[in-house]
Nanobody
Framework: QVQLVESGGGSVQAGGSLRLSCVAF????????WGWFRQAPGKEREAVAR???????TYADSVTGRFTVSKDNAQTTLYLQMNSLKPEDTAMYYC?????????????????????WGQGTQVTVSS
């Protein structure tokens, strides 16, 4: 079991940066796949980035080159560095994790691939 707690959201102007953090409490050493998702008002939750247990990363096309996902070696904290933010990045951001590899092995992660979720942190980007 693991509990996830996000922080770092806020309001920024377009072009600005934010760094989200997700602290894992519990048995996080064996987490195989970590993900960041976001959900804008009136839209479905979408995958933003993922990182597996050995550090391999993938990104949604919309954030490639602007966002960077990383984690510490102890697998206690997940990060999402967001640069060159755009108004369309405005959303609630969630971190997710699972002991299974499925979320990091298919071409695109699904919400159902992750059993553990944080409460979310709001990111608002103004033009």
């Amino acid at each position: 079991q693991v509990q996830l707690v996000e922080s770092g959201g806020g309001s920024v102007q377009a072009g600005g940066s934010l760094r989200l953090s997700c602290v894992a409490f519990g048995y996080s050493e064996s987490i195989s796949c970590w993900g960041w998702f976001r959900q804008a008002p009136g839209k479905e939750r979408e995958a933003v980035a993922r990182i597996n247990g050995v550090g391999r990363t993938t990104y949604a096309d919309s954030v490639t080159g602007r966002f960077t996902v990383s984690k510490d070696n102890a697998q206690t904290t997940l990060y999402l560095q967001m640069n060159s933010l755009k108004p369309e990045d405005t959303a609630m951001y969630y971190c997710a994790a699972d002991y299974r590899w499925v979320g990091c092995s298919r071409s695109g992660p699904l919400e159902t691939d992750f059993n553990y979720w944080g409460q979310g942190t709001q990111v608002t980007v103004s033009s």
